[in-house]
T-cell receptor, first 111, second 114 residues
């Protein structure tokens, strides 16, 4: 089936560091969504991207919709302890609008 | 505006039993998707319903089924439970198929099969 390649799988960083993660696919998407999930909770939508090349910010988070419509990245600047969690990307297929999910990037902040 | 509501939050069942989980989408949302998430795993897509019809289905056995009612509320059922069915079951609602469809999740139902 359709797949999104999300990397890295996990990140161990120091508080204050910047974080970057990305998702790629061989399929074309018309929408990219980035979610964060904390333990025992459902994923929460962080950023939605609708147009190729679009760059959108939400506080310290910035995400971009790749120009080829096959990739997206999420950056977190100056990480803080509450950024800990699993970040998921999801892309909506251009062909049938089905939402395809990445496997997640687990962010851990070293004390 | 109320969010996505899933009930119950926690459930313990015995192997061989069946279980029904409920999801009430955001008002005005007509599409409901279900996902299974096991510890340390990503989201495994179960199925999606829109206007009471199953629109997409993931790769799960027939023991997993669902339905959607005219008010867009959805239920999923798992029959003959197995230990491996223990997971967090998440429901997401969206406006419906079409462009720019953001999905919003409930808090999930934590199912434990013993």
């Amino acid at each position: 089936g359709q797949q999104l390649n999300q990397s890295p799988q996990s990140m161990f960083i120091q508080e204050g560091e910047d974080v970057s993660m990305n998702c790629t696919s061989s399929s074309i998407f018309n929408t990219w969504l980035w979610y964060k999930q904390e333990p025992g909770e459902g994923p929460v939508l962080l950023i939605a991207l609708y147009k190729a090349g679009e760059l959108t910010s939400n506080g310290r988070l910035t995400a971009q919709f790749g120009i080829t419509r096959k990739d997206s990245f999420l950056n977190i600047s100056a990480s803080i302890p509450s950024d800990v969690g699993i970040y998921f990307c999801a892309g909506q297929l251009d062909s049938n609008y089905q939402l395809i999910w990445g496997a997640g990037t687990k962010l851990i902040i070293k004390p | 505006k109320a969010g996505v509501t899933q009930t119950p939050r926690y459930l313990i069942k015995t192997r061989g039993q069946q279980v029904t989980l409920s999801c009430s989408p955001i008002s005005g949302h007509r599409s409901v998707s279900w996902y299974q998430q096991t510890p340390g795993q990503g989201l495994q897509f179960l199925f999606e319903y829109f206007s009471e019809t199953q629109r997409n289905k993931g790769n799960f056995p027939g023991r997993f089924s669902g339905r959607q009612f005219s008010n867009s509320r959805s239920e999923m059922n798992v029959s003959t439970l197995e230990l491996g069915d223990s997971a967090l079951y998440l429901c997401a609602s969206s406006l419906g198929p079409g462009q720019h469809t953001e999905a919003f999740f409930g808090q999930g139902t934590r199912l434990t099969v013993v």
